[in-house]
């Protein structure tokens, strides 16, 4: 009982398997425990002893679990051994053992890994998932077991469960300096947060990012799984609290925007919607909107404007505006192998505004083109020299 080794769970099998008085057993498995100091104890044994148990003796295992939760030694990892059934019985204990408060709350985050039709009880289910986000530290645990559940869960999820979902995620201290729970709060947010009827809350949700970045008590890539969920389920309340609500922007949410996250979320938004989008906040907001999109997309194995760079360019009072910020892409700030063979495959961007309907554009094109393949020239020669140096340094 202090060994961690491979067979002892089936062993505590085995141990029930082949006594006649499996209370007699149990207690001196108990006794035996307590001798052992705390943080050398091994409960597969116990486990094993329960599992077997329950499929040829219930009656004495429902015993046992009743005694063990409040008993001086098991009262402290009692999940773990409750977990090896669940049955409505046993969901009850769970919650009693929740009200005792003496085992760890992560404990119960052994629910998450367990089959246990009961919990689709829904009234059982909210209720549980209620108590242990209601314990110190219970919110992650309870967000895991959720996240788990309904990934189990084929069937549409009701009203009630979306609403549960929501609570977790809205309940979500976003502040903290680690946000591991981000991957299961994203799906529960893609899940949770998908109807038109969400939207309040979906935005209550994007505020308490906003805030919690902006105030610099996070890094924004802590969260680029959730901006990626929400972006999809209400793409105009993302763009409001982020984007359109402001005159300028932050500088942290800024970072956002600014190519460091693996995946931008404003590309999971059609271009129809951003434009639908654009027209709705006016034109006042078109610079600091060209500020922070990527305005351009690979179309085989060239680059061209998307659709909201050029609507942009298009329906701007004054389009050398709109283009002054979008000089950033011919001045890539990452990069593998050569920069200057990076600037030559952005030169077809410049080239076809060269050729816009629109003079103020083309001439704004035509002035920066001469300018542009000059640092061109000086990056290769900068890139040629280091690399003599380099081999200079190796003969």
Known sequence: MSTNGRNVFQLGQGLAKGTNDPKKLWATMVEKLSTIEHNKRNYQLLQGFLDYLTSTDNSSTKELLDEAIDHEILSEVFPILQIVIIDIDGIKRIKRSLQLGKAPIYLYGNLAYTHTPELNNEDLFCELIRLISSKQNGLAVAIDIFSMKFHQNNNELSPRILTLGQE?????????????DSYQISEIVKSCFQNKDAADKAKHLAVKLYTAIADNRVFHTNFDYIYKSLVEAHPFVFLDVFI??????DYYIEQIFSGQ????????????????????KGKAHYPLIASVIEPYMHVADQLQWTPVAIFLINHYSDPSVILEEFMHVFHPNQWEGSLADKMVKRLPLLESLMIHENPVVSQWAKNKEPILKKEIIRVREWEQSREQNQNERFE
């Open 261 to 280: 996250l693996m995946v931008s979320p404003l590309r999971s938004i059609p271009n129809e919607t951003f434009i639908e989008w654009c027209n709705i």
């Open 244 to 249: 359109g609500d402001h005159n300028e922007l």
């Open 168 to 180: 977790l995620v809205l309940d979500y201290d976003f502040s903290q300096e680690t946000n591991s």
